[in-house]
C-alpha cells in the first residue's frame, strides 16, 4: 500500500482556488494511478479526477474546466488545483491511489490507499 496525507484544503468564497497537494510514500509511486474523490455530509463518496503513471487525466463533468489534477513523479506528488469554487464543491477532499491500469478508474474500489481527507468550504 501507499501512505497518502492530504493538505491545503480550507475556507473560501465562491468563485475563489484552492490548491490541495497529496505527499505519497510506500510502494512505488510512478506507476500507480492517482485520484481525488470527495465526501459531503450525508452523501456518498464521489469521484473528482484521476491522473495515470503517464499523466493523462480524467474528471467528473462536475469539474471539468474548473479543476485540474497534476503529478510530480519526482517528488511523489498529486495536487489539485480548484478555480471557480462553488458552494457545492464544499466536502472533505480525499486523495487516493491504486494499481496501474489501461482504463481511467472512478470508483473509491479502484484504489487500495487513502489519505485522512482535507475539508474544503466554499462560502456563497
Known amino acids: 500500500q501507499v501512505q497518502l496525507v492530504e493538505s491545503g484544503g480550507g475556507l473560501v468564497q465562491a468563485g475563489g482556488s484552492l490548491r490541495l497537494s497529496c505527499a505519497a510514500s510506500g510502494r512505488t509511486f510512478s506507476t500507480d494511478n492517482m485520484g481525488w474523490f470527495r465526501q459531503a455530509p450525508g452523501k456518498e463518496r464521489e469521484f473528482v479526477a484521476t491522473?495515470?503513471?503517464?499523466?493523462?487525466?480524467y474528471y467528473a463533468d462536475s469539474v471539468k474546466g474548473r479543476f485540474t489534477i497534476s503529478r510530480d513523479n519526482s517528488w511523489n506528488m498529486v495536487y489539485l488545483q480548484m478555480n471557480s469554487l462553488k458552494p457545492e464543491d464544499t466536502a472533505v477532499y480525499y486523495c487516493?491511489?491504486?494499481?496501474?491500469?489501461?482504463?481511467?478508474?472512478?470508483?473509491?474500489?479502484?484504489?487500495?490507499?487513502w489519505g485522512q481527507g482535507t475539508q474544503v468550504t466554499v462560502s456563497s
Open positions: 487516493a491511489a491504486g494499481p496501474k491500469t489501461l482504463m481511467f478508474m472512478t470508483t473509491p474500489s479502484a484504489y487500495d490507499s
Open positions: 491522473i495515470k503513471s503517464n499523466k493523462n487525466t
